[in-house]
């Protein structure tokens, strides 16, 4: 049989409450799969907290307005719908939608997949010997002593590929992953066996670029001097091959751009080592190669692919106890004096910082001297305290702040007026046998299947694996029946560090970067602007020398990850965002501003490294 043209996979949603307006748009040109990814670790505590109010959710109710606008459009032309929007009740969205196109007069197939939901089975599970030890820090779960309401594993596309196969207009997901909502339909169209490593991976490179919708389209982007059309950038799309290549674009005549460093920095985004494990596969990111195919046309090809590992992730999120944040504004002079005044005072109204189960206190300087401006000469004392009772972090914490108001420092004022206590979640990353696990597919017609693990069907693909690289390997051995793999970057001779004169200027001269969370972890992707500085920054951003220029990194553990084939190094710092995004202190608690902040440190570089 001839081979099927490139499918068409758009993304309309990054998160959830990402642009609604976003599926309709996407209908505006031609496309063959809708997706829309909602589901991140803090959405799953998000959507724990709306089920309790009321058991009918659990779901992103975002996504029935969007698909309200499109469902007749997407049935007329025969548009395919993939979402991850079931969160933790895929089957109650499934029935809402089934309601919603009885609604509009239409008669649409729906599919929903479950299996996911490991909370059940968490005591069943350690029974068995399954310790669900934390992957940062090797904790077992027994050991956390805090009580778990959500986990769940993250799904492969093969579920998302049988619902389509049978029929299924909408497939509903809980927690897949995020590129299996590419994989799954790709897999689909293409006609796809497990056991073809290489189309696979390809389709997972192409997932990860446009899982977070326009940051690869210029959103979030290091140069912004590079996008000519500020409108708001239009939604990604990635045209999968049959071989898993894929060309990654926008439709005509949206705003933002598409180019080689687009989409370079959205494959850095929260990965950790090139070797990028997913549940049916993993996908080799320091194989690819990424070329300008056109105007908005970024060309991925290349990518290698080996077996799964027989594990999948699950994220668990445990109830931490309670939180609250207040933070003073402190102007002028004697900034650290005026501090002091205020940590002391607070402290001793409440009975010391002691009294709490954790208190964090942070001066952030804004301010400087002579500043001509009031605003120029803040700076800003944030206070923050946790403690299982929620009355103690209230607004006896907050109302105590404001005590201070005339028997302060001179100049007290506050950013918010007094907060009441939140409830905060503790991310545990864990893995389990992928057997341990069963997914199920709910087709239109009533009927369930179930959807084994890759790893459980080894026996049936001996020719694959045979020869296969492992999971984690990074010098890949050709896989029996595969494509070779196109020239780039790691065939090249390496470029020389240029020697001369030497300049000292802000690393972001250098490089784009693109940071963001991994749970308790944050990673900072860099890629070079040219060959010369990334040959410059190869041998000498070390990670001795990154914790010098992120000093918040000093005492943790930092991994560096060469992928010569996008020019790029990716830096993951284990801990910076502990216990995780509800958890942490820290005020970006996703360090996705911590690349932009490394970029505007100062080095010193030999000047014909500068390009910009």
Known sequence: MPERPPVRIANCSGFYGDRVAAAREMLAGPIDVLTGDYLAELTMLILWKARRKDPSRGYAVTFLRQLEEVLGTCLERGVKIVANAGGLNPEGLAGQITELAARLGLTARVAYITGD?????????QAAGHELANLDTGLPLAKADLPVVTANAYLGGWGIATALDAGADIVVCPRVTDASLVVGPAAWWHGWRRDDWNALAGAVAAGHIIECGPQATGGNYSFPDEITDRRYPGFPIAEVAADGSSVITKHEGTGGLV??????AQLLYEIGEPAYLNPDVVAHFDTMRVEQAGPHRVAVTGTRGSPPPDTLKVALNMLGGYRNTMTMVITGLDIEAKAEQATTLLFGLLGGAEAFEEADVRLLRFDRPDAPTNEQATAHLRITVKDQDERKVGRAFSDATFELALGGYAGFHTTTPPTAASAFGVYWPALVPADAVTQQVHLPDGTCRDIPPTSALESAVPSALEGAASPRSTGLEPVPGAAPTPPGHTSDPPAKVPSGPQARIPLGRLCGARSGDKGGNANVGLWATSPAAYAWMRRH??????????????GLQVDRYELPNLMALNFVV???????????????????????????RVVTVPAGTISR
């Open 117 to 125: 939901d490991l909370a059940p089975a968490i005591g069943d599970l």
């Open 541 to 554: 951003l070390t990670t001795d020398r990154f914790k010098e220029l992120l000093t918040e990194a000093a």
């Open 574 to 600: 284990h801990g910076l965002l502990a216990p995780g995004v509800s958890g942490t202190a820290r005020p970006d608690a996703q360090a996705k501003g911590l690349g932009e902040y490394l970029r505007s």
């Open 259 to 264: 180019s080689v460093g687009t989409v370079t």
